[in-house]
Antibody, heavy 118, light 110 residues
Framework: QITLKESGPTLVKPTQTLTLTCTFSGFSFSTGGVGVGWIRQPPGKALEWLALVYWDDDKRYSPSLKRRLTITKDTSKNQVVLTMTNMDPVDTATYYC??????????WGHGTLVTVSS | QSVLTQPPSVSAAPGQKVTISCSGSSSNIGNNFVSWHQQLPGTAPKVLIYENDKRPSGIPDRFSGSKSGTSATLGIAGLQTGDEADYYCGTWDSSLSVWVFGGGTKLTVL
């Protein structure tokens, strides 16, 4: 059974760096083709794909946010970490991590709401 | 502004069928598989359709997907009030080398 869970701060100040951790179980980065992505959703708005890391450490980023994002994986801990620099109130959103395998984003975490406010 | 265009909202009566369109380009839908996700209020999205027309285990056959050229369509037959949700199409964009979601469509079952 695949599960994912996001963790991190619920409140960050403008200009600060956000660090979110996705801890998962039920799959491994040792399996070819596996990936974990981050997707966010501002309140009342659409899903926005942010970043993705594959089993072979191939990494992809949203072009509009690429300069602010870093995604890393820790295979031994079954974790994926997303950092986003220079946070702004417009970055207030629920942040999800999701598994990518034989289907795109077939398992999701519950999401974590991050509010950016001074 | 998403590279995939969906209607903001659709509505239909219980028992009816509704279709939701997703329009893209040759760099995304035209040359890649399309998936559809359903997001019920207050929950994480769930995959309904992948590889254009395949349903994961447990997804009823009331949900169907199709693709033609640079557009894709999600069909939902025998509408139920429990189908009220936001629906998102998604695909890989080969020119950007990124995943893209549509802007989402809110389904109302009248």
């Amino acid at each position: 059974q695949i599960t994912l869970k996001e963790s991190g701060p619920t409140l960050v100040k403008p200009t600060q760096t956000l660090t979110l951790t996705c801890t998962f179980s039920g799959f491994s980065f040792s399996t070819g083709g596996v990936g974990v992505g981050w997707i966010r959703q501002p309140p009342g708005k659409a899903l926005e794909w942010l970043a993705l890391v594959y089993w072979d450490d191939d990494k992809r980023y949203s072009p509009s946010l690429k300069r602010r994002l870093t995604i890393t994986k820790d295979t031994s801990k079954n974790q994926v970490v997303l950092t986003m620099t220079n946070m702004d109130p417009v970055d207030t959103a629920t942040y999800y991590c999701a598994h990518l395998g034989s289907m795109p984003f077939d398992y999701w975490g519950h999401g974590t709401l991050v509010t950016v406010s001074s | 502004q998403s590279v995939l265009t969906q209607p903001p909202s659709v509505s239909a009566a219980p028992g009816q069928k509704v279709t939701i369109s997703c329009s893209g380009s040759s760099s995304n839908i035209g040359n890649n598989f399309v998936s559809w996700h359903q997001q019920l209020p207050g929950t994480a999205p769930k995959v309904l359709i992948y590889e254009n027309d395949k349903r994961p285990s447990g997804i009823p056959d009331r949900f169907s997907g199709s693709k033609s050229g640079t557009s894709a369509t999600l069909g939902i037959a025998g509408l139920q009030t429990g189908d009220e949700a936001d629906y998102y199409c998604g695909t890989w964009d080969s020119s950007l080398s990124v995943w893209v979601f549509g802007g989402g469509t809110k389904l109302t079952v009248l």
